[in-house]
Each structure stands twice: as C-alpha cells, then as structure tokens.
C-alpha cells in the first residue's frame, strides 16, 4: 500500500471542500479587519474612550507604521507592483485558464489583500499629508476598517459562492 494513495484518501487536498482553507480564510479576514494600518482596532478604541497616553501611544504607533508604508512605497513600490502584477496574473491563468483549484483558492484570497494592500498605502498617504488629531484620526482610521471589513465581506461572499460552485460541479471522489 502506497502511503501518499493512503494519505490523500484521508485527506481531502482540493481547496474548497477542505476545512481549512475556509478556516484560513476566517482567520485572514478577521485578523486583517483587527489591524488598521498596523495598529490593533482595540487601541483605537482605548485612545478613543481615555484619551491621554493612550492617545500618544496611538499617534505615535500610527506616525511609525505610516512612515514605513510610505517608506516602502517609495523605496520599492514598482518592483512590489510589478511582482505583485506578475503573481496575480500567473494565478488567474492558473486558476481560470488551467482550471487548477489550488490556483483558484490562492487568486481568492490573495486579490482583495491587494486591494487591502492598495487602500492601506491611499490611507497612509492621507494621514502623512494631513496630519490628523484625535478625533480625526480616529475618522480617518475608523473608516479604513469599515472599507476594509466591507472588502472582506464581498470577498468571503464571492468565494463561498465560487467555493459551492466548485463543490457542486466536481462532486465527491469515487
């Protein structure tokens, strides 16, 4: 008896019928949603409610981490783009072309983390320009989240539906 044969029979190796992906998924949503632009959502809200060092610490860790988007950015942003471009597109024809359900998987979670990735880099922009205080930061950063929650929602909606789609049409191993 072949032990890999054995192991795949366990093991169910396609994306969308495997629990852990849709638990990787889960995961990625909620930890993206958690961190605004580095910074985790719940030191927001204790800047928001107790303000003083809370507040600092706030501006502080949101000055550090816009300086280091926009650092980067600006260090590397086209060779980043430019990979980014190429993995993106080598995963869509994997995915969509060559009909490869890894592929398909992957492009579904890695393209609205671009989008993220985009909105995040727009946001950093925003904040080194204006500069923003108290409750305008808390604005600024407030909304990042909604925007960022709202692509992930579509995002986790649009890769159920696929996901079902995908289940339905390749129907179990016999």
Same mark, same amino acid.
């Given at each position: 008896m072949n032990w890999t044969a054995t192991?795949?029979?366990?093991?169910?190796m396609r994306s969308f019928s495997n629990l852990w992906?849709?638990?990787?998924?889960a995961v990625l949503w909620s930890t993206v949603s958690h961190w605004v632009l580095g910074v985790p959502y719940d030191m927001i809200q204790r800047a928001r409610k107790h303000g003083g060092e809370a507040?600092?610490?706030?501006?502080?860790?949101?000055?550090?981490?816009?300086?280091?988007?926009?650092?980067?950015?600006?260090?590397?942003?086209?060779?980043?783009?430019?990979?980014?471009?190429?993995?993106?597109?080598?995963?869509?024809?994997?995915?969509?072309?060559?009909?490869?359900?890894f592929a398909q998987a992957t492009f579904l979670l890695a393209f609205p983390m671009t989008l993220v990735g985009a909105?995040?880099?727009?946001?950093?922009?925003? *904040?080194?320009?204006?500069?923003?205080?108290?409750?305008?930061?808390y604005a600024r950063?407030?909304?990042?989240?909604?925007?960022?929650?709202? *692509?992930?929602?579509?995002?986790?909606?649009?890769t159920a539906m696929y996901g079902m789609y995908q289940n339905l049409d390749v129907g179990p191993y016999f």
């Open positions: 192991l795949f029979e366990v093991i169910d992906f849709w638990i990787g998924l507040e600092i610490d706030l501006q502080d860790l949101v000055r550090i981490n816009v300086n280091r988007l926009l650092y980067i950015g600006r260090v590397s942003g086209l060779v980043l783009l430019a990979l980014v471009a190429f993995i993106l597109t080598s995963l869509a024809i994997l995915a969509f072309y060559y009909d490869v359900e909105l995040s880099l727009s946001t950093a922009t925003v *904040i080194a320009r204006e500069q923003p205080q108290g409750d305008a930061l950063l407030s909304k990042h989240r909604i925007i960022t929650q709202f *692509i992930g929602m579509i995002s986790i909606f649009v």
